[in-house]
């Protein structure tokens, strides 16, 4: 089974300022099948990055990803209030086929 | 516009079990292509993959959970449903359906709102 671990647990930002969130896997990943999601209190995960790079449909241009094999980085360039959620790094492709981060949460400081 | 909603009882006691059934509209169930699963969270906690079915019936689940769960579908009322057997409380959550489509990529792109499931007597 392939873990993903994030890191920092809690991300304390200000609005305006850049949020760097890693998620690390135990064995080499597709660039093609890692994803970030965004989570809001009561909220369903919604994907902002999948394929490693590119966002999807609606996600704005401040969110970014990046990396490869077992590294990986989300980047929000100037958080906005809106932005301020728990976030998610999954891998699709070994057993079992989706695996999820325990994500990072990113709170008003 | 997919959407998927969640129903089913919200209170199940320990070691019955849970059902759930997910509805999709927006036109694109029982098509090539899309994948359509159960991921669950417990409270305060993070999200696990239960398992999916693509639209030929072919299930995948998660090893875990495999022994106490199936995924059925019934493309004539465009619905896929859960069964989570002998629960315990470690089985409360929220279910939430999600559709994952094949190609290139695999990701989640279409969600649920949710369905928090308690199990207690």
């Known amino acids: 089974e392939i873990v993903l671990t994030q890191s920092p647990g809690t991300l304390s930002l200000s609005p305006g300022e850049r949020a760097t969130l890693s998620c690390r896997a135990s064995q080499s990943v597709s660039s093609n099948y890692l994803a970030w999601y965004q989570q809001k209190p009561g909220q369903a995960p919604r994907v902002l990055i999948y394929?490693?790079?590119s966002r999807a449909t609606g996600i704005p241009d401040r969110f970014s990803g990046s990396g490869s094999g077992t590294d990986f980085t989300l980047t929000i360039s100037r958080l906005e209030p809106e932005d301020f959620a728990v976030y998610y790094c999954?891998?699709?492709?070994?057993?079992?086929?989706?695996?999820f981060g325990p994500g990072t949460k990113v709170a008003i400081k | 516009q997919v959407q998927l909603q969640e129903s089913g009882p919200g209170l199940v006691k320990p070691s019955e079990t849970l059902s759930l059934t997910c509805t999709v509209s927006g036109g694109s169930f029982g098509s090539s292509g899309h994948y359509w699963g159960w991921i669950r969270q417990p409270p305060g906690k993070g999200l696990e993959w239960i398992g999916s079915?693509?639209?030929?019936?072919?299930?995948y689940y998660n090893p875990s959970l495999k022994s106490r769960v199936t995924i059925s579908e019934d493309t004539s009322k465009n619905q896929v449903s859960l069964k989570l057997n002998s629960v315990t409380a470690a089985d409360t959550a929220v279910y939430y359906c999600?559709?994952?489509?094949?190609?290139?990529?695999?990701?989640?792109?279409?969600w649920g709102q949710g369905m928090l499931v308690t199990v207690s007597s």
């Open positions: 394929g490693a790079s």
């Open positions: 079915i693509y639209y030929s019936g072919t299930t």
């Open positions: 999600a559709r994952w489509s094949s190609g290139l990529y695999a990701f989640f792109d279409y």
């Open positions: 999954q891998q699709y492709g070994s057993s079992p086929l989706f695996t």
